[in-house]
């Protein structure tokens, strides 16, 4: 394998088994996880600190952390902990940090007001990256606040810690944001390959205004990967369903890759959030196939790793591969031997 592969994990599986799937990809030479913190399902700090402890190698990434959800310090704080917790590799640590500005219904259904998202973003980002280097913080912005604030390491390792950080972005502004300010950029999934091209020379716009290129910005993307040679349709199936739940909760993906109004509310007139297995089922019938084809890889190995090679032919430096269905070895299996 020469390019870069990673899996995604949500909550589409057991943990037993997701912690069993880390050690194969490992050992297939697979380079990354990246786990889910966008719902309330799993949390993202025990289930990276699972994989760190059960694997070797690998580094794991948050994908992605909601800024408000904890204080910027105590972020800090985690993930200098997991750092120390996985070592290093190649002299370099193996954790990496992905933030995000999560979305509606769930946030305001939970007390967050989400204004002003870039700005608050920013601010975490330059505080977040200045406590890593384990010297005194003070910082005073509209959303962060720290009065001599530093990592307080009392007995091991006071270096600072090389922990990359990524945004989730999705809109226009944050991308050439994140550019501008971050280690990557986390690309969404259930998003076109037409809509990657764009996204890239956004973020290239905003490395230019720091004075870099698109070469020292990160890229990998989530791809939902719905794979079956043995029976592509009920691979569609679940490609279907997972796009419904998008449709309807997260609009906003979706418009970015020019699904129309008309669909959007056929979908969203079914299920909402939190939905049924039974929602999911009843609004897939309404999507066609080609609008699934169109955001993520589905249907046999050929077909996804043909759809895969056109996100990176876009841009993408690491495909982070959402298995759906049940078993997960033919998804690592497929891109482990691909050439």
Known sequence: MTARFALYMQDKHPIKYELEMAKYAEDRGFSEIWQADTRLARDCVVMMSAFLNSTKKLRIGSAVLPIWTRNPAV??????????LGGKIDGRGRVMLGLGAWWEPIAGRVGVNRHKPLQAMREHIEAIRELFTMEEVTYQGDFVNLDRVRLDVAFGDTSPRDIPLYI???????????GEICDGVLLNYMVSVDYIRNAVKLVEKGAQKAGKTLADVDRPELIVCCLSDENPDA????????AAYYFATEPHIMKASGVSDELLAKVQAIMGWPATEEDYIKASKVI???VVRNIMAVGTTKECQEKVAQYIEAGVTCPILYPMMDDIKPVVDAFADWK
Request: aromatic share 6%; no cysteine.
């Open 235 to 242: 691979a569609m199936l679940e490609g279907k369903k997972l």
């Open 288 to 290: 066609p196939d080609e």
């Open 75 to 84: 972020i800090a704080a985690t993930w200098s902990t997991m750092w120390d």
């Open 168 to 178: 989730g972005a999705t809109g226009s502004k944050m991308l050439e944001m994140t």
